[in-house]
């Protein structure tokens, strides 16, 4: 009996330290950082070509000329920021979102991975809907090539989970666009994106996942027509879709030896 009652004791007691280091287990959460890129900005070109910082500051143009890819840019990337910081912490995870500008300004490309650096990113997203042939539509992640990178396989997959997460929720509004993810190797004379040049400068992002996310096709008209009908609705899902891909991403960072 006396047995019995110690045992039980016992295990109250196991029970109580448990719950109790449960309790403080918050306190040492793994803090995540993310950090989403507004595309383009300002009007003037920042940095330059010769020395791989150059940002352009404004690239397509809905074709009734009513949204800039740079304004929808900051719009997104604000919302899918708040939306993510909004998340609660999952597990032993705190994943918090970052930005790399909040205003209409251009960055130049070195500023963008200078903040992403220091903010110590474990992921990066580059939010545009840059111009095709007016035609073509689907959510598309562009990648460092294979030439330059030193994760391609990696980046790949990141890059294929953001462009899907956006596509199935553009899709439900407009139907036909597939998620596609292809590399940067047309950009800049096959030297590829500056932005991508200035992460494999450092050791701290030359491996991070890292991808530009065209969320859809800028100059094709039934989009125009979309934002004009329901942008803040479209912006909405489409930001608490990423919120939530880009919270798993950064986790699944964690359990990757990199
Ligand atoms: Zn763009």
């Given at each position: 009996m006396i047995k019995h009652f110690r045992l039980a004791t016992l295990t109250l007691a196991a029970t109580w330290m448990l719950a109790a280091l449960l309790a403080i287990a918050p306190a040492y959460a793994t803090?995540?950082?993310?950090?989403?890129?507004?595309?383009?900005g300002g009007t003037a070109p920042a940095g330059t070509m010769a020395e791989r910082t150059l940002s352009s500051p404004n690239n397509a143009t809905s074709p009734g000329k009513k949204f800039k890819e740079k304004d929808l840019t900051l719009d997104l990337a604000g919302r899918t920021i708040r939306a993510l910081n909004a998340l609660p912490k999952q597990g032993a995870f705190n994943v918090k979102a970052v930005p790399t500008r909040t205003t209409d300004v251009n960055l130049n490309m070195a500023e963008r991975a200078k903040i992403t650096r220091d903010a110590g990113a474990v992921i990066f997203v580059s939010i545009h809907f840059n111009a095709a042939n007016g035609k073509v539509l689907g959510s598309r992640g562009v990648i460092r090539a294979k030439?330059?990178?030193?994760?391609?396989?990696t980046d790949h997959a990141y890059a294929m989970a953001l462009a899907d997460c956006t596509n199935k929720v553009l899709r439900t509004y407009l139907p036909g666009g597939t998620a596609r993810v292809q590399d940067d190797s047309e950009l800049h004379g096959g030297k590829g994106s500056n932005l991508f040049h200035q992460f494999g400068l450092s050791k701290k992002t030359e491996t991070m996942p890292a991808c530009f996310l065209e969320v859809e096709f800028l100059d094709v008209p039934d989009f125009e027509a979309l934002l004009v009908n329901k942008k803040d609705e479209l912006f909405d899902k489409l930001a608490a879709a990423l919120a939530l891909e880009l919270r798993a991403q950064a986790i699944a960072t964690s359990g990757t030896k990199r």
């Amino acid at each position: 009996m006396i047995k019995h009652f110690r045992l039980a004791t016992l295990t109250l007691a196991a029970t109580w330290m448990l719950a109790a280091l449960l309790a403080i287990a918050p306190a040492y959460a793994t803090s995540l950082v993310v950090v989403v890129d507004a595309g383009h900005g300002g009007t003037a070109p920042a940095g330059t070509m010769a020395e791989r910082t150059l940002s352009s500051p404004n690239n397509a143009t809905s074709p009734g000329k009513k949204f800039k890819e740079k304004d929808l840019t900051l719009d997104l990337a604000g919302r899918t920021i708040r939306a993510l910081n909004a998340l609660p912490k999952q597990g032993a995870f705190n994943v918090k979102a970052v930005p790399t500008r909040t205003t209409d300004v251009n960055l130049n490309m070195a500023e963008r991975a200078k903040i992403t650096r220091d903010a110590g990113a474990v992921i990066f997203v580059s939010i545009h809907f840059n111009a095709a042939n007016g035609k073509v539509l689907g959510s598309r992640g562009v990648i460092r090539a294979k030439t330059y990178s030193k994760s391609y396989g990696t980046d790949h997959a990141y890059a294929m989970a953001l462009a899907d997460c956006t596509n199935k929720v553009l899709r439900t509004y407009l139907p036909g666009g597939t998620a596609r993810v292809q590399d940067d190797s047309e950009l800049h004379g096959g030297k590829g994106s500056n932005l991508f040049h200035q992460f494999g400068l450092s050791k701290k992002t030359e491996t991070m996942p890292a991808c530009f996310l065209e969320v859809e096709f800028l100059d094709v008209p039934d989009f125009e027509a979309l934002l004009v009908n329901k942008k803040d609705e479209l912006f909405d899902k489409l930001a608490a879709a990423l919120a939530l891909e880009l919270r798993a991403q950064a986790i699944a960072t964690s359990g990757t030896k990199r």
